[in-house]
């Protein structure tokens, strides 16, 4: 069964730093891309970040140069680094995998709450 697991939510203050981590396990098949999204109270699951396996991101524009995707792809885990945090990022941040044969998973998600 393929798992996707998320962590590295909390509570942080505003202008504050927190790191997400998303691992995915228990396919055959390798991960073309891990995408993080994330829903706001009373809000839409938003796109936030993504990164193929060939090394290409693509961000929000609420979040350019503020937060930096990474991966480890040995380790089919990919990373989220949310510096410069403003309330407004508050919400459920869900990480999603797709995998080569077409699969794709999403975890439970992680909240980060942020304070003014």
């Known amino acids: 069964q393929v798992q996707v697991k998320e962590s590295g939510g909390g509570l942080v203050q505003a202008g504050g730093s927190l790191n997400l981590s998303c691992v995915s396990f228990?396919?055959?098949?390798?991960?073309?891309?891990m995408i993080w999204h994330r829903q706001a109270p009373g809000k839409q699951r938003e796109f936030v970040a993504a990164l193929s396996t060939h090394g290409e991101t693509n961000y929000v524009a609420s979040v350019k140069g503020r937060f930096t995707i990474a991966r480890d792809n040995a380790k089919n885990t990919a990373l989220l680094q949310m510096n410069s945090l403003k309330p407004e990022d508050t919400g459920v941040y869900y990480c999603?995998?797709?995998?080569?044969?077409?699969?794709?998973?999403w975890g439970q998600g992680t909240q980060v709450t942020v304070s003014s």
């Open positions: 228990g396919s055959l098949s390798s991960i073309n891309a």
């Open positions: 999603q995998a797709i995998y080569s044969n077409g699969q794709t998973y």
